[in-house]
């Protein structure tokens, strides 16, 4: 079994500041300014549900950024963003093309730069492996019929 940790582009680690930063800040400014209007049972379950919130989604962004891997596990890639998981069958892989973010599809990647793979009839993933060349080789040993598309 080898694993591979995703790439990670600047962009994304501001994201994952900015956004419990935001989530807070927001919490803190309408519990201070908006919410005193309210009666104080209602003050406390909002700013409760929101710091909840706030918190879930600092932690998906996390779980997100540190454990976004590609596994290849025996005759199987796996892909993982936080506890999503996929599998693929590498026999079905047939097309790794060198690519940037698209706009559509699946993209379990944090980088803007990275590999479109093609597997079963017209079905698409991109990933951002770190070390792509090793990636792509681990794979072409396991099917070689693999077109690499650099």
């Not at 892909?79 to 699946?106: C, E, N, R, V």
Request: proline fraction near 4%.
């Amino acid at each position: 079994m080898e694993s591979f940790q995703s790439s990670k582009h600047f962009l994304f680690q501001i994201l994952l500041l900015i956004t419990p930063v935001g989530g807070i800040i927001f919490t803190l400014w309408a519990t201070i300014d908006i919410i005193p209007d309210f009666e104080l049972s209602w003050t406390y379950a909002f700013a409760s549900i929101s710091i909840l919130l706030t918190l879930i989604v600092c932690w998906l962004m996390i779980d997100a950024y540190r454990n976004t891997v590609y596994i290849i596990d025996g005759n199987y890639l796996v892909y993982q963003i936080s506890f999503w998981k996929k599998t693929i069958p590498i026999s079905d892989i047939w097309l790794i093309k060198a690519s940037t973010y698209p706009s559509a599809g699946y993209r379990p990647a944090l980088d803007w730069n990275g590999l479109k793979i093609v597997y079963g009839k017209d079905r698409v993933v991109f990933v951002s492996p770190a070390s792509q060349s090793k990636f792509i080789a681990s794979l072409k040993r396991k099917n070689e019929a693999i077109e690499v598309m650099l």
